[in-house]
Nanobody, 116 residues
Framework: QVQLVESGGGLVQTGGSLRLSCAAS????????MGWFRQAPGKEREIVAF????????SYTDSVKGRFTISRDNAENTVNLQMNSLKPEDTAVYYC?????????WGKGTLVTVSS
């Protein structure tokens, strides 16, 4: 059973940066598409970015394009989300997820708060 653990969340001012990391254990996720989702208070969970298992394809939701970068290290079984130029509307709980046929595995999330 794959387990995902996120880290790197915290409080940052508008315009600041954070780097989220997701560590997988209990199995390799090297063949999985990996994604980052977020859920803001009172809103539905949305996908922020994903990266295919070889890292050849990445995709971002429009609101983070040019500011966020997703990357993965299959040897280390990790996936990262570099977040720059953060805005208050980026405030949310960020979740890491792994997809083989569907988004099969989820972490418990890490809170990102961007102050204005």
């Amino acid at each position: 059973q794959v387990q995902l653990v996120e880290s790197g969340g915290g409080l940052v001012q508008t315009g600041g940066s954070l780097r989220l990391s997701c560590a997988a254990s209990g199995g390799t996720v090297s063949r999985y598409t990996m994604g980052w989702f977020r859920q803001a208070p009172g809103k539905e969970r949305e996908i922020v970015a994903f990266i295919t298992w070889k890292g050849g394809i990445t995709s971002y939701t429009d609101s983070v394009k040019g500011r966020f970068t997703i990357s993965r290290d299959n040897a280390e079984n990790t996936v990262n989300l570099q977040m720059n130029s953060l805005k208050p509307e980026d405030t949310a709980v960020y979740y890491c997820a792994a997809k083989f046929t569907d988004w099969d595995y989820w972490g418990k999330g890490t809170l990102v708060t961007v102050s204005s």
